[in-house]
């Protein structure tokens, strides 16, 4: 079993519609939890950064953390076609040497989005 | 602000050859941790560096090793290559302690 499970989709909707993106993890060591958006042949944008438990507003998008049930969420309002991308969610907490850094990022698949007009 | 750089864009290699990449970590920070990204999957960790040493290692070989410079810029060096290490190779960087990070456009490494 994967530490970090993220549904690889395809999801397709129209212009203006809500989309909800998902992610659930197995390490309850997991702290910090992060969404990034990934164009084509581009590197991760980092869109939401979050660390305790609730929703956190940017604009379009919110990010909700579970870390009872282990599950968090991606969700973006009045989307647009410029929103098709890869969204990748991402977590970590603290290394395995049990120092101080939390660096090591761990991905779900992502998930590809396409909106059309 | 300059971000993250990677160099170069792209490239190709020969099975058997070696290959050296490079980054530049954003501004201010001081750790620059290392992703290999196939297709269709997400990033996976292969190290990462703070205080030119390496502290973290993800679950990769020994073909893999990489170094710090005092200016915090990193290089990933890949030895022996296989078909398998095509991918894309992506640097990120962030402050020591904390989790936050941003990443460069990467380096698609084809192996032939």
């Known amino acids: 079993q994967k530490e970090v499970e993220q549904d690889p989709g395809p999801l397709s909707v129209p212009e203006g519609a809500i989309v909800s993106l998902n992610c659930t993890y197995s390490?309850?060591?997991?702290?910090?939890f992060m969404w990034y958006r990934q164009y084509s042949r581009k590197g991760p944008e980092l869109l939401m950064y979050?660390?305790?438990?609730g929703n956190k507003e940017d604009g379009r998008f919110t990010a909700q953390v579970d870390k009872s049930s282990k599950y968090i969420s991606l969700f973006i309002r009045d989307s647009q076609p410029s929103d098709s991308a890869t969204y990748l969610c991402?977590?970590?907490?603290?290394?395995?040497?049990?120092?101080?850094?939390?660096?090591?990022?761990?991905f779900g698949q992502g998930t590809i989005l396409t909106v059309h007009p | 602000d300059a971000g993250v750089t990677q160099s170069p864009t792209h490239l190709i290699k020969t099975r058997g050859q070696q290959v050296t990449l490079r980054c530049s970590p954003k501004?201010?920070?001081?750790?620059v941790s290392w992703y290999q990204q196939a297709l269709g999957q997400g990033p996976q960790f292969i190290f990462q560096?703070?205080?030119?040493?390496?502290?973290q290692r993800g679950n990769f070989p020994d073909r893999f090793s990489g170094h710090q410079f005092p200016n915090y810029s990193s290089e990933l060096n890949v030895n022996a290559l296989l078909l398998g290490d095509s991918a894309l190779y992506l640097c990120?960087?962030?402050?020591?302690?904390?989790?936050?990070?941003?990443f460069g456009q990467g380096t698609r490494l084809t192996v032939v």
């Open positions: 390490n309850s060591a997991f702290q910090y």
């Open positions: 990120a960087s962030s402050l020591w302690q904390w989790s936050e990070a941003f």
């Open positions: 560096y703070y205080e030119e040493e390496e502290r």
């Open positions: 501004s201010g920070h001081d750790t």
């Open positions: 979050t660390y305790s438990s």
């Open positions: 991402a977590m970590s907490g603290p290394s395995n040497a049990g120092g101080t850094s939390y660096g090591k990022l761990t």
